[in-house]
């Protein structure tokens, strides 16, 4: 039999037992590659992880050259149509509309998306996810083109894509407390209106309550103000109370960015780390992404209260930043996940970048392993949500795999292949999805959502958004002088 005569979108009856070359399953002492193993799930969880199973089963597939993995933990997923990729080589970010200027705030924020539209993107993003072997998401998105924070409307649709698509996530609307204003030419200005961070916080607060949980689990809460140097410290004291009445995480991006610490030394004369230190903030439930611009006090704290760093070297690289470093985090007892965070959605390619920027970062090859990362990608995932029965393959464990294919002309020669499949750096080797049991994605297809049609879609709601980026860009100037051509453009119609 193959996986092919599965139900895709389904959970298969009875008990499915997956053999592959290759099965990354959990130890007493952690990960351990085992070799022509076989994997056998039933419902939602894992029943077994080892040699041939020796019960009944309903079926068994035999998978090849591939590798069953425990699906990856994203907890900076990208959950918009990427608006950082027009920054690659546009810059600096106050001229290039990544920070509002003066005159559209005095004009009046609207929001450049509709309603259909906002959920549409976070379903095409959703199954992305899936497409690259992501099984666990904290969905995130950009509040740069958005009238303030997250509609309740728009995360009652992201839920229910979930729930269609098959993915679990850690959800709940972002909301913030300010924003960063343009002023003059180089200049950045905190902006804040703390009753709007309050009721954004109130909604979110009374979303997590209605949603958390469903889905047999597959939705869970989580709280998500935007950035650190939106928020003001009511603000923060009242998101842990709620996250800790209602039992849900708190992901808060700070040590990020440039921006971000000349803000803080303005507001607080400290670092943002530091300032949650000094509230009592710092714990367990925290997850701060990126950690690129964290002093070695900084880090000290994030050990010393359990925080978990969240991990996205692909963007953090694209733009001159990385971790530092990998290897001084885990030695220091620093718990790190990691995120995507930009398109593609790519976490093997996250993690080979991760790999070679940690390897820079300390001028040597052994500054990190190639089976660090993976680990960070699944068990460190798992550690930052308090679960115990994610990022692994064992009995009792959730079935949520993913199945990378070995057999593709670009994993040649194949040598360990958790190094060959980092050495290629691509998730579009990904053959196969399940999330709690269920097939979620085959052969780079998912349930009810074409993704063709989709892909068309998307680029015309991206262009559409495009055309308005001078409303909200330093001087109104139009796109083509805010976004040239990478090189002089000339339209031959032939």
Not at 198 to 226: C, S, T
Not at 270 to 279: F, Y
Request: glycine share 10%; hydrophobic share 45%; proline share 7%.
């Amino acid at each position: 039999m193959t996986l092919a005569a599965l139900t895709l979108g389904q959970r298969p009856p009875g008990r499915t037992a997956l053999r592959a070359d290759w099965v990354l399953a959990q130890g007493a002492t952690g990960p351990r590659l085992l070799k022509n193993a076989e994997v056998v799930i039933e419902g939602a969880t894992v029943l077994h992880a080892g040699g041939r199973f020796p019960g009944e089963v309903a079926r068994r597939i035999d998978l090849g050259p591939a590798l069953i993995s425990p699906g990856f933990i994203d907890l900076d997923a990208l959950s918009d149509l990427d608006t950082t990729l027009l920054a690659i080589d546009h810059q600096p970010g106050w001229a290039k509309g990544r920070v509002w200027p003066q005159s559209y705030v005095a004009r009046g924020p609207y929001e450049m998306y509709s309603p259909d539209e906002l959920a549409f993107q976070k379903k095409f993003a959703f199954a992305q996810l899936l497409l690259n072997g992501i099984t666990t998401a904290a969905p995130i998105a950009s509040l740069f083109y958005r009238a303030w924070g997250e509609t309740v409307a728009e995360f009652d649709a992201a839920a229910q894509a979930a729930l269609d698509l098959g993915l679990r996530v850690y959800l709940g609307p972002g909301y913030r407390a300010g924003g960063m204003v343009c002023t003059a030419p180089g200049v950045l200005m905190p902006l804040l209106d703390e009753p709007r961070g309050m009721a954004g916080l109130a909604e979110a607060a009374a979303w997590v309550r209605r949603w958390h949980g469903a889905g047999d689990g597959l939705i869970h809460g989580l709280f998500a103000p935007d950035r650190v140097e939106t928020c003001t410290e009511p603000l923060l004291r009242r998101t842990f109370a709620m996250a800790e009445d209602l039992g849900a995480p708190v992901r808060l991006h700070m040590a990020q960015g440039l921006m971000e610490r000349e803000a803080m030394a303005l507001q607080h004369g400290c670092t943002a780390p530091e300032w949650l230190a000094r509230m009592g903030l710092l714990s367990p439930r925290l997850i701060a992404p990126h950690a690129t611009h964290a002093t070695a006090q900084d880090l000290a704290l994030y050990a010393a209260h359990g925080v978990s760093v969240v991990h996205c070297p692909l963007v953090s690289g694209r733009f001159g930043g990385l971790l530092d470093s990998f290897g001084k985090l885990h030695a220091a007892g620093v718990n790190i996940a990691m995120g995507t965070d930009t398109a593609p959605p790519d976490m093997i390619l996250n993690l080979s970048v991760g790999l070679i920027l940690a390897r820079v970062a300390e001028r040597r090859p052994d500054a990190v392993s190639s089976a660090r990362m993976w680990e960070a990608a699944t068990l460190g995932g798992a550690r930052a949500l308090g679960r115990e029965d994610l990022g692994r393959i064992a009995p009792g464990a959730r079935a949520d795999l993913a199945v990378f294919d070995l057999s593709d002309p670009y994993m040649a020669p194949t040598i360990d292949p958790i190094t060959t499949l980092i050495a290629g750096a691509s998730g579009r080797v990904t053959r196969a999805v399940f999330v709690d049991g269920r097939l979620s994605m085959r052969d780079g297809k998912v349930a009810g959502f074409d993704m063709a049609a989709a892909r068309l879609q998307a680029q015309t709601q991206f262009d559409g958004l495009v055309a308005n980026y001078p409303d909200r860009t330093w001087g109104h100037p139009p796109v083509a002088e805010i976004f040239p051509p990478s090189f002089p453009m000339e339209d031959c119609d032939a």
